[in-house]
């Protein structure tokens, strides 16, 4: 049912569906599992409607204890939803970090002198890396909407920043899209915050975004967000619109 509810989700109805979700008979919390990781990976499969997944995130973390008696309403910044939602986005956080290099087999042989056996291993390896690739880059600007939404901590995304810039040591083009997306998502928010940390990263994307060895896609990357920045993070939204916008 609850996937039934989220592929009708919009910004007019997201109330009145976030109600729904509600007041459906959680009665436990391996019930209360399953309706979260629906609404996460229904939030990292569609990553322009990150910020709608959020605030719908957002309004059940708040009214599921006044719902649900069982869930345990002592800590409301720390609840059982939240823990839970948390969870998965670190899970799938820790996955593409720990398999950034896994992935990347210097050892494949060219296509055209592999196998039909080897081909279909290639084949299969390669969707595997196109999904984990997708999941990634909906789990990133969801993380930073989930911020936006106070319901990750500064602290918590401070962590996804200093372990994306780490990255950057042995740049990919991977690590540097899933920076720019986190700074595209929480940008604007921070722009008066932790200014120190803020600084130094953009002194050394500005030197990344110079150096000739790296492919032009990743410095193109890193000079928009140094640009955007400096429009204040001003840019056109790619985000949900309201039915009356769309026509």
Not at 51 to 80: F, G, H, M, S
Request: aromatic share 10%; charged share 35%.
């Amino acid at each position: 049912k609850v996937k039934d509810i989220l592929n009708e989700l919009t910004l007019e109805n997201s109330k009145i569906l976030a109600d729904q979700i509600v007041d459906i008979g959680i009665e436990d919390e391996e019930t209360l599992k399953d309706i979260v990781k629906e609404i996460f990976d229904k939030a990292i499969d569609e990553p322009n409607f990150g910020c709608l997944y959020a605030k719908l995130c957002q309004y059940i973390n708040e009214e599921l204890p006044k719902k649900q008696k069982w869930v345990n309403i002592r800590d409301t910044n720390n609840n059982i939803f939240r823990k839970f939602l948390l969870n998965l986005c670190q899970e799938e956080f820790e996955n593409n970090k720990d398999n950034r290099w896994s992935d990347n087999d210097d050892n494949e042989k060219p296509v055209c002198e592999m196998t039909d056996e080897e081909k279909l291993e290639y084949s299969r390896k390669q969707s595997k890396r196109i999904k984990k690739k997708r999941r990634s880059l909906g789990n990133i600007p969801f993380i930073g909407e989930l911020y936006m939404c106070q319901i990750i901590t500064q602290k918590i995304i401070r962590f996804c920043f200093r372990t994306l810039f780490h990255q950057l040591q042995e740049p990919d083009e991977e690590s540097v899209e899933y920076l720019c997306l986190l700074f595209r998502t929480v940008g604007n928010k921070n722009l008066m915050e932790w200014s120190r940390d803020w600084r130094r990263y953009f002194v050394e994307m500005a030197e990344l975004s110079k150096n000739k060895a790296l492919p032009s896609r990743m410095r193109f990357m890193l000079m928009d967000i140094i640009e955007l920045r400096k429009n204040k993070w001003k840019s056109k939204g790619n985000g949900p619109k309201t039915i009356a916008e769309i026509h």
